[in-house]
C-alpha cells in the first residue's frame, strides 16, 4: 500500500481507482479517534466508479509519527496529504473525530473541496470523563466501554470483539490525545459558514453522537442533506456497510 513522507512521518493509505477510470473528484476517508482506515468498510473504501483514498493518520494503523490533541492539526496533515498528491478538488469524509477534521478543514479551505460527508459527528463533541480518563488508567475496561457504547445493541459480538482488536493496536496515548481533541472541539459558532455540498449521515442508535447532533447540523448547514440509518449505531458505515455505500456513492455522483 502506499505511503507519503510528511514532516518526516510516514503516511500509509489506501488507494482504490474504479473501472473505467473515474472521471468525478476522488474521495478522501478520514476515521475517528483510536480508529484507522480499516474502520472504513471495504464497501467504501473500494466503492466501484470511484477513487478512494483510505488514510491512517499519524499514529494510526500503518501510519508513524505521534498522534495529535487538537482538531486543527489534523486538518493540516489532510491539506498536506491534498497537496502532495494533487487532489484538488475532493470530496472528504470524517467519522467521529474525522467528520470533526472535515468541519475544520471545510472552513479553513472550502475552495479544496467538491463535497463534505460527515458521518456519526456534531460541531462539538464532548467526551465523558470516563473515557479521557479511563484510557489510560484501564485501556483494557474502557474499550470495552466503547466498544459497547459506538455499536446498537443487536449488533454482531464479531463487530464488537474486532472494533477492540483493532483498538488496542493503536497506543493508548494516541487514544486519549484524539479524545481530548474531540473533547476541546466547537465549532458550532461557525458550521452555518460551510456552503460546501455536505451529506451527513448518522444511525439512529447512535450513543456517541445522537442523531440530534446530526440534525443540528443539517439545520445550518444550508447546502447539507440528512440521511440517518435504521438499527445503526456510531460505527454506522460498518455496522450497515451496503446502504451506506449507497448512500455515499449517490451522493457523489450527484455533485
Request: proline share 7%; charged share 15%; net charge neutral.
Amino acid at each position: 500500500m502506499p505511503t507519503l513522507i510528511l514532516n518526516n512521518e510516514k503516511l500509509h493509505y489506501q488507494l482504490h481507482h474504479g473501472v473505467p477510470r473515474p472521471a468525478g473528484p476522488p474521495l478522501v476517508l478520514i476515521h475517528g479517534a483510536g480508529g484507522s482506515l480499516m474502520h472504513w468498510p471495504g464497501e467504501l473504501r473500494r466503492l466501484p466508479a470511484r477513487t478512494v483514498y483510505a488514510l491512517d493518520l499519524p499514529g494510526h494503523g500503518k501510519s508513524t509519527g505521534q498522534g495529535r490533541a487538537d482538531i486543527g492539526a489534523y486538518a493540516e496533515v489532510v491539506r498536506g496529504l491534498a497537496e502532495a498528491l494533487a487532489l484538488l478538488p475532493f470530496v472528504m469524509a470524517g467519522h467521529s473525530m474525522g467528520g470533526a477534521i472535515a468541519q475544520e478543514f471545510a472552513l479553513r479551505y472550502p475552495a479544496r473541496l467538491a463535497g463534505l460527508i460527515l458521518v456519526g459527528t456534531g460541531a462539538k463533541l464532548r467526551v465523558a470523563p470516563q473515557i479521557l480518563t479511563g484510557i489510560l488508567n484501564d485501556f483494557n475496561g474502557t474499550a470495552e466501554l466503547l466498544a459497547q457504547w459506538t455499536h446498537a445493541g443487536q449488533v454482531d459480538p464479531n463487530l464488537l470483539r474486532l472494533y477492540i482488536r483493532r483498538l488496542r493496536e493503536v497506543r493508548p496515548q494516541v487514544i486519549h490525545d484524539d479524545f481530548a481533541a474531540c473533547d476541546a472541539f466547537d465549532r458550532r459558532p461557525d458550521v452555518g459558514r460551510i456552503a460546501t455540498p455536505t451529506l451527513i449521515l448518522c444511525g439512529d442508535a447512535d450513543r456517541m453522537t445522537p442523531v440530534k447532533f446530526s440534525q443540528w447540523l443539517h439545520e445550518q448547514i444550508a447546502s447539507s442533506q440528512l440521511v440517518v440509518v435504521p438499527g445503526a449505531g456510531h460505527m454506522v458505515m460498518l455496522e450497515q456497510p451496503t446502504a451506506v455505500a449507497g448512500v455515499v456513492d449517490r451522493f457523489m455522483a450527484a455533485l
